[in-house]
């Protein structure tokens, strides 16, 4: 029922991850009445879906203490969450309020032994292909610990997600001197150097060094990644404007467009947001992907097929694995790190 456009676009995203994924099954939370019509023209999810009805809907604007007051036990969100931790589905995916979503999966299926804090780790198209970052909003302000756990996560994911047997691994900083940085960073980038890790940590990475591929995992603390990730997709979307713009202001330009017309959907599908959609809560006792709520069918569908992968390779367990490892090893945090709203 989340997102800008409700069930039409949730469900359409659904059948088309079905038709792509012959062997998934389906469950449906939300307003039964409402998604009757999309599931009944849904092709690919006849014989394959579970439709549940729920009394309540999450506002997108709703606050998550709110939300976790209201929807307890009667929202689609919290009835979908629940599905995992009973084992009923392997992982959730929500269109819907981040913060609510986040508050539910934290209270329903709490952090692994270990985590102290969850992370959302997003995918980012590089130069040289995908990185994972994170933190990209769940954690605001996070303790050296805290970030060493989600290099950790981050090193997991990336592994499941991309089938890299040793994903490199870059703190995020002002710099890629070790004198730079604030106490935290600085701290976590000593601890991840000096630590026996299962990861290759290769030192602090600048802002400019995402979008070049420079390492496969980029570590930061949600404030600043939140703030980076939604700068570099604002600034994807301004160069495609500007790009249509400048096409079409001549006749000559114009010309030039159809020329190269093959270039530009490469390009345009390189940039396409839909195709990296899916940010993953890492750190929890299930799987759990929060699509953007603004996404089209294809980029649900694809936040789906995020989740199945995560699911095929075993990412909680092997987050679960990778941390109980290394926990001994650890400081105790500073706990400064709050959950993002």
């Not at 062997?23 to 009757?36: E, I, N, P, Q």
């Not at 970052?133 to 290099?151: H, K, M, S, Y």
Request: proline share 3%; hydrophobic share 45%.
């Amino acid at each position: 029922m989340g997102g800008d456009h409700g069930p039409v676009v949730t469900i359409a995203g659904v059948d088309l991850a079905a038709q792509r994924h012959p062997d998934a099954r389906f469950m449906l939370f939300g307003d039964a009445g409402a998604m009757a019509v999309p599931v009944a023209k849904a092709k690919y999810l006849q014989g394959r879906v579970e439709v549940h009805n729920a009394e309540v809907t999450v506002a997108m604007d709703e606050k998550p203490s709110q939300a976790l007051r209201r929807g307890r036990n009667r929202s689609g969100m919290w009835l979908a969450i629940d599905a995992v931790r009973k084992a009923e589905a392997k992982a959730v995916v929500s269109a819907g309020n981040t913060g609510a979503l986040m508050a539910m999966s934290r209270f329903v299926l709490r952090t692994l032994p270990g985590i102290e804090r969850p992370a959302i780790a997003a995918i980012w198209p590089t130069l040289t292909g995908e990185t994972i970052v994170l933190d990209v909003g769940a954690t605001v302000g996070a303790d050296a610990r805290q970030l060493v756990e989600f290099a950790i996560m981050g090193e997991a994911m990336s592994s499941c997600l991309f089938g890299k047997e040793h994903p490199t691994v870059g703190l995020l900083n002002i710099g890629t001197e070790e004198v730079k940085g604030n106490d935290s960073v600085k701290e976590a980038g000593r601890l991840l150097r000096e630590m026996k890790l299962p990861l290759r940590y290769e030192g602090f990475v600048e802002g400019d060094d995402i979008g070049k591929g420079k390492v496969d995992v980029v570590v930061t603390e949600g404030f600043t990644g939140n703030v980076a990730i939604k700068t570099a997709e604002g600034t994807a979307r301004m160069i495609n404007t500007f790009m249509r713009q400048a096409v079409m202001s001549t006749m000559v330009s114009k010309l030039g467009a159809l020329l190269a017309s093959g270039a530009f959907t490469k390009l345009r599908d390189r940039l396409d947001p839909r195709k990296h959609n899916g940010g993953v809560f890492l750190g929890l006792n299930g799987v759990v992907v929060k699509s953007h709520g603004s996404t089209d069918a294809l980029g649900f569908a694809r936040a789906i097929e995020v989740a199945i992968d995560m699911v095929r390779n075993g990412l909680t367990q092997r987050i679960a694995m990778d941390v109980a490892e290394v926990h001994g090893m650890l400081p105790l945090g500073d706990h400064h790190g709050e959950t993002a709203a």
